[in-house]
């Protein structure tokens, strides 16, 4: 009797085992690393900046050049690390063939505007020139970004045919064009960003507090935008304009792709509503995704986070005919992006998922 308590004792041990362990949930997949880390593509500068490097992701070598994605991640202009966020990128587009590469570009308190227009589109030409030996395809680059990430993204996108923005930085004589651009959460007219606040400003607020409570200021002399320009934005109108990149879009900048939420409390929403009313007057390919709950990132969130995708919108403007799109319901999430890359890149259409086999009914206990 001894013998059949203790087994069935260990036996419902076991299962309980088993059970803890099915119910444990699956282990995030390792964080890629990059092929190539801390590239220089152009001199630093200063001598110990990191503004002048990329990390570069290159997916399993196949039989033709990779589609590239440059990523440059935010940081309100006040740091030079935009290259490190890129491994998330990575980790979705290298298992689908794109090459990624995270691109960090100078801050404000290492050079003022148009510096990082300068810097990004070095990076552009330095990938570009170097695109045999990588196995990249110099036909086919993309760049994305968030925040003051995404307002790089954006000004290279809108100015490849702006020689007065090309700089001297790093790599000169090859095209810093790309075909196509994303951006999230991207400021662009810096001087209706208090205006257009969800909260009044609030002095003496700092961004980490205005990421939870809102009333950020962008007017102060010390803000985000004043330091990256090198005057309060306020009094120098004209300087700040020149870092609208609505002031420069054109019929042969490539589609562009926007997300921004409604609730954003560091940049309005309405910053990047304007820039994609801007692509829309001029008949421009130009896609907007709107999310109600949507707060100040992470960028990761607008594609997976249920809670931030509720009532989400999309609407479009395509040259083609002229046609624009009103707003619609809408799920955002990774096929967003790849079905955009891959129509404004002009890649082969993706193999559909293999079907799934239907699932096995299971019987009736019988009595």
């Known amino acids: 009797m001894r013998t059949k308590l203790r087994t069935g004792a260990l036996l419902l041990g076991i299962a309980a085992i088993a059970g803890t362990a099915r119910a444990q949930p699956a282990a995030p997949p390792p964080i890629p690393r990059p092929t190539f880390a801390n590239v220089a593509y152009a001199p630093p500068e200063p001598a110990d900046g990191k503004g002048h490097l990329l990390d570069l992701y290159l997916p399993a070598k196949g039989p033709a050049p990779a589609p590239l994605v440059i990523w440059t991640g935010g940081s309100a202009w006040l740091a030079d690390t935009g290259k490190a966020p890129a491994w998330w990128i990575a980790a979705k587009l290298n298992p689908l063939g794109y090459a990624v590469a995270g691109v960090s570009i100078r801050s404000s308190r290492q050079a003022r505007f148009p510096a990082q227009v300068h810097d990004i589109k070095a990076a552009i030409r330095w990938l570009r020139a170097n695109a045999a030996r990588l196995n990249l395809d110099p036909a ?4 994305m970004g968030d925040s003051s990430g995404g307002w790089a993204s954006m000004m290279a996108a809108v100015t490849g045919d702006v020689p007065a923005l090309e700089g001297t930085v790093g790599t000169r004589g090859v095209s810093s064009a790309v075909q196509a651009a994303v951006a999230f959460y991207p400021p662009t007219d810096f001087l209706t960003m208090d205006r257009w606040a969800p909260k009044p400003c609030t002095p003496g607020l700092s961004l980490a507090e205005a990421g939870r409570t809102g009333g950020f200021c962008h007017d102060n002399p010390d803000s985000p935008e004043s330091s990256l320009i090198g005057c309060t934005i306020q009094t120098c109108a004209a300087k700040v304009e020149a870092a609208d990149p609505a002031r420069y ?67 479009s403007t ?23 890359l891959q129509t404004a890149l002009r890649l082969p259409a993706r193999p559909a998922p293999a079907a799934r086999p239907p699932a096995r009914q299971s019987r009736p206990a019988s009595d």
């Open 249 to 315: 879009v054109s019929r042969a900048d490539p589609p562009i792709l926007i997300f921004h939420g409604q609730s954003d409390p560091i940049v309005p929403h309405q910053q990047g509503e304007r820039l994609y009313q801007a692509l829309n007057k001029i008949c421009h390919d130009a896609i907007f995704v709107s999310l109600p709950r949507g707060l100040h990132g992470p960028a990761s969130a607008f594609l997976s986070d249920d809670r931030l995708r509720e009532a989400a919108t999309i609407r």
């Open 318 to 340: 395509k040259a083609q005919g002229c046609v624009s799109t009103p707003p619609e319901p809408y799920r955002p999430d990774w096929t967003t992006i790849l079905d955009f």
């Open 140 to 143: 086919r680059i993309a760049i």
